[in-house]
């Protein structure tokens, strides 16, 4: 059974006991978080589709720990000009683990 659920604006695919990595989220290390905009639930084949999410069911999910995600440079030049700048960025991330899922 999985879920297409929608954390912090961006959409995932959730199964018990996976791990995700989403935006971070306002919570404490160890505390549950409960996502209830659930877009799809596939249960063995039987396929229901909200519009625009399905009534009656919820993701339980625990917050594991709060982190930054890799560095992403970005680099802009102009050629012939002497024009170059670079800027860094990391995302703060938190990940969750899935604890149970409520059709």
Not at 2 to 28: C, N, P, S, T
Not at 52 to 59: F, L, N, Q, R, T
């Amino acid at each position: 059974m999985f879920v297409i659920v929608e954390i912090a604006g961006q959409q995932f695919k959730a199964e018990v006991g996976r791990k995700l990595y989403v935006h971070r989220l306002q919570g404490d290390v160890e505390s549950s978080v409960v996502f209830d905009k659930v877009l799809l639930v596939d249960n063995d084949g039987q396929v229901r589709v909200g519009a625009p999410v399905v009534e009656g069911a919820s993701v339980k999910c625990k917050i594991l720990k709060h982190l930054k995600d890799d560095k992403v440079l970005v680099f802009k030049k102009k050629r012939r000009t002497g024009y170059q700048k670079c800027n860094g960025h990391r995302q703060y991330l938190s990940q969750v683990l899935i604890e149970d899922i409520v059709a």
